[in-house]
Each structure stands twice: as C-alpha cells, then as structure tokens.
T-cell receptor, first 111, second 114 residues
Framework: GDSVTQMEGPVTLSEEAFLTINCTYT??????LFWYVQYPGEGLQLLLK?????DKGSNKGFEATYRKETTSFHLEKGSVQVSDSAVYFC??????????FGSGTRLQVQP | DTEVTQTPKHLVMGMTNKKSLKCEQH?????MYWYKQKAKKPPELMFV???????INESVPSRFSPECPNSSLLNLHLHALQPEDSALYLC?????????????FGPGTRLTVT
C-alpha cells in the first residue's frame, strides 16, 4: 500500500537557519503530494502541494519539489523564524482513498 | 474562504453518554472526512463522505456513527465510548474526493472520555 516516510524529529534550529525536512513516498501510480503544518492546539493547515513530477509547491517561504526519480518531496525554507515552530506532515494522495500521512516532524526554532 | 468549522472545541463525556460532534463548510466541497489524532501521531482516517454518501469506513467501531445531513454538514455521533477514544477529532473537506484535491481541516474537537 501507499506510505510516506519523514525524517524523525525534533529538528531544532536557530532563527534564520536553513531548514530541510526529508519526505519520501511509495505509491502505486503517481500521487499528489502535500505538506501540512500543525501549530500547537490547532488543526492542520495546508502549506503547499504538487500534483505531478517536477512541480514545485511554494508558500510563505517554504518550497518542495516533486521528484519522481527519487520519490521525494523534501520541504525547505531558507530562513526559519520562531513562528515556524510546529509539526510538519508530509502526505500523499493517489485518489483511491484519503490522505496517507507521514509520522510528522516537530520543528523547534530558537531565538 | 477556506474555512472548516467544528463544534464544540472541547468535550468531556462519560462512557455512558451520547454526544455529537459537528462540522460545517461553505466552500461547495463534495467530499468530507473525519480523522482521529492521538498525541504526537498523524491523523488517522475514520470516514469519508463523497457527494453525501458514505464511501469509506476504516473499520471504525460502531460506537462512532457518522452522518451527512447535507453537502455542508457532517456529524459524528458518539455513544458508549471508551477512555482510549480520547483524542483530537478533525474534520476536513475537499472539492472532490479524487486525486489532487487538497483537504482543508477544521480546528478539531478535543475529546476526553472519563
């Protein structure tokens, strides 16, 4: 079945550091890929998405590129802020069912 | 507007109680979802409604009973729950149940079963 694997956290960075959170997927066919963010005590917010190979999703300084050859969708941001501290979920969707989530990566940004 | 609303925000119930969770969206979305999320875990799918019909039930115990009265509303009826059912219950919606359509999540209902 479909699965999504994310790097284990927590990831602790200083403000203005470069962020990478790795995500790889396995799926039958070509899934759509998403990054969601969850702030403490809240629901999930869609951060960005990509629906086909080589697509780049971007939002609020975050970027991720759909790499079919490496089955990856790594999340990057050039300069993180304290307000980016949250849990980040990578997810895939092949349309046969709802989202398949990774385990989540907690990001802690220190001032 | 990409808002999904959920009520109540918090709910404490005993194991013999009956309660309902409510979810609403006014984006014209035709797919709606219930997820359960335990602490430090990703959301787990419970139910999917597609065009107001139940299309996926992920082997959820019968003490959870979903209902979709119309295309904007989704309910989750709770009865005889167990303490291990305590979790954050998330509702989501998407334009269509097919591939490629992003899901928008509500803020969740924090449920505690005593």
């Amino acid at each position: 079945g479909d699965s999504v694997t994310q790097m284990e956290g927590p990831v602790t960075l200083s403000e203005e550091a470069f962020l990478t959170i790795n995500c790889t997927y396995t799926a039958t066919g070509y899934p759509s890929l998403f990054w969601y963010v969850q702030y403490p005590g809240e629901g999930l917010q869609l951060l960005l998405k990509a629906t086909k190979a080589d697509d780049k999703g971007s939002n609020k300084g975050f970027e991720a590129t759909y790499r079919k050859e490496t089955t990856s969708f790594h999340l990057e941001k050039g300069s993180v802020q304290v307000s980016d501290s949250a849990v980040y979920f990578c997810a895939s969707n092949t349309g046969r069912r709802a989202l398949t989530f990774g385990s989540g990566t907690r990001l802690q940004v220190q001032p | 507007d990409t808002e999904v609303t959920q009520t109540p925000k918090h709910l404490v119930m005993g194991m013999t109680n009956k309660k309902s969770l409510k979810c609403e969206q006014h984006m014209g979305h035709r797919a709606m979802y219930w997820y359960k999320q335990k602490a430090k875990k990703p959301p787990e799918l419970m139910f999917v409604y597609s065009y107001e019909k139940l299309s996926i039930n992920e082997s959820v115990p019968s003490r959870f009973s979903p209902e979709c009265p119309n295309s904007s509303l989704l309910n989750l009826h709770l009865h005889a729950l167990q303490p291990e059912d305590s979790a954050l219950y998330l509702c989501a919606s998407s334009q269509d149940p097919g591939q490629g359509w992003e899901q928008y999540f509500g803020p969740g209902t924090r449920l505690t079963v005593t």
